[in-house]
Nanobody, 120 residues
Framework: QVQLVESGGGLVQPGGSLRLSCAASGTIFSIYDMAWYRQAPGKQRQLVARITSDYSRYYEDSVKGRFTISRDNAKNTVYLQMNSLKPEDTASYYC??????????????WGQGTQVTVSS
């Protein structure tokens, strides 16, 4: 069984920063792409940032230059450093990872979500 556990959300003022973390645990053979998604009330879940196993990065246009995704393979952890936060960044943020629990398998896993609220 694989679990993704997020942490680091909270309330921050506009212009502030937060760092989200997501640690994968359980029976893990290999972790491939890791990503962060977000979902605001009444909106669809959207991809915010993705990092591949060879450290290629993708960012959604509205967060480019403000958010940075990184990973620590030794800790099975992905991070999202969020700077210059705006009220429109308010959402539940979800960690996602493509994980093989044994050779020849690959499944999509999700964390439970962490709330980020940007407000004065």
């Amino acid at each position: 069984q694989v679990q993704l556990v997020e942490s680091g959300g909270g309330l921050v003022q506009p212009g502030g920063s937060l760092r989200l973390s997501c640690a994968a645990s359980g029976t893990i053979f290999s972790i491939y792409d890791m990503a962060w998604y977000r979902q605001a009330p009444g909106k669809q879940r959207q991809l915010v940032a993705r990092i591949t196993s060879d450290y290629s990065r993708y960012y959604e246009d509205s967060v480019k230059g403000r958010f940075t995704i990184s990973r620590d393979n030794a800790k099975n952890t992905v991070y999202l450093q969020m700077n210059s936060l705006k009220p429109e960044d308010t959402a539940s943020y979800y960690c996602n990872a493509m994980i093989a629990v044994r050779l020849g398998t690959l499944n999509d896993y999700w964390g439970q979500g962490t709330q980020v609220t940007v407000s004065s």
